[in-house]
C-alpha cells in the first residue's frame, strides 16, 4: 500500500515536472518568435535574406521574415498595411508615392542580359534587345549568332525588374494615361530570377535578364553597347542598365525590432554584406 502510494507520488512529480518543462519551453519559444515581415521584391530579397541570416546571429529574439513577392506587391503591401517593411527593385510610380511611406535606398543594382553558356553571341545593343522584344527579331543569326530560334525570357509584371527593363529598352507605350508594357506576348514569362537563370542555363536558345547581384557561372553575362556589366562599370557609370534597391516603411507600423534591421542593412556591417555580393553600397566614405 505504502509502495503503491510513493510510486503515484513518483509519477505525479514526473508528470508535474515535464508539464513546467514544456511550459518553459513554449515561453522560451513565444519570447524567440518577435517576427519582423519584410515583404517585396525578389531580386532585393536575394540579399535581404543574408542580410537577416547574419543579423539573427547577434539578434536570436528577432526572426526576420523575408517574402519574395514582387516590387509592386511588396509596395501595395506597405501601403494598405499588410506588412511592416516593404521591398522594391525599381523607383516608384507617381501614384504609388505616398507622403506617409518611407524609403531608404540600400544599394543600386544593374540588370544584367543573359543566355546560356554555349551562346556565342557576346553583346547586344539597344536597338538589337527593343526587336528581341518586340518579336521583331526571332534567330540568333540576325545578332551574330547561330542559326538558332530565340527563346525570349521576360519576368512577370509585378516584377520590378521588368519595370525597369521595359522603362530602359523603351519597351512600354502609354494608353488612356497609363503604362503598359509592350512587348511581344508570346515571351516565356517566369516568377523570379532563379527561374530565369534555370531556364537560361538549360536552354541554348533562351535569352532574358535578371539582377546582377545574382548572376553566376551558370550562365553567361552579355556586354550592353560594348560595356560588360560588372560592378565598376556599373559604379562609373558605364554599365548604363541599373535601379535602386529600396526598403519601404510606414512609420507607425515599424516596430522597434524592425527599426533595429532598418538600421543594421545601413550600418556598415550590413552595407559591407550587400557590397561582397556584387552590389554598389551606399557606404559613405
Known sequence: MKSNLLRRKSMFFRATTLVALCASVAFSAQAKTDTVTITGSTSVSHVMEILAEAYSTSHIDTFIAVQGIGSSAGISAVKQDATEIGMSSRRLSEDEI???????????????????????????????VSKIYHGEIKNWQEVGGPNLKMA?????????????????MGLTQNIEGQRVSDIN??????????????LVSRNVHALGYMSLGSVDDSIKPLSFEGVKPTID????????????????????????????????????????????RGYITNHKS
Do not use: C
Request: glycine fraction near 6%.
Open 98 to 128: 505616398n507622403p506617409d511611406v518611407k524609403m531608404v535606398t540600400i544599394a543600386h543594382d544593374g540588370i544584367a542580359l543573359v543566355v546560356n553558356q554555349n551562346n556565342p553571341v557576346n553583346n547586344l545593343t539597344k536597338e538589337q
Open 233 to 276: 562599370n556599373l559604379e562609373s557609370g558605364e554599365y548604363l542598365i541599373s535601379r535602386p534597391f529600396l526598403m519601404l516603411y510606414k512609420e507607425k507600423n515599424v516596430s522597434k525590432n524592425a527599426q533595429a534591421f532598418l538600421n543594421y542593412v545601413i550600418s556598415n556591417e550590413g552595407q559591407n554584406i550587400i557590397g561582397e
Open 152 to 168: 525570349v525570357v521576360s519576368r512577370e509584371n509585378a516584377s520590378g525588374s521588368r519595370f525597369s527593363f521595359e522603362d530602359f
Open 185 to 198: 506576348p508570346q515571351l516565356l514569362v517566369v516568377n523570379t530570377n532563379g527561374m530565369v537563370k534555370s
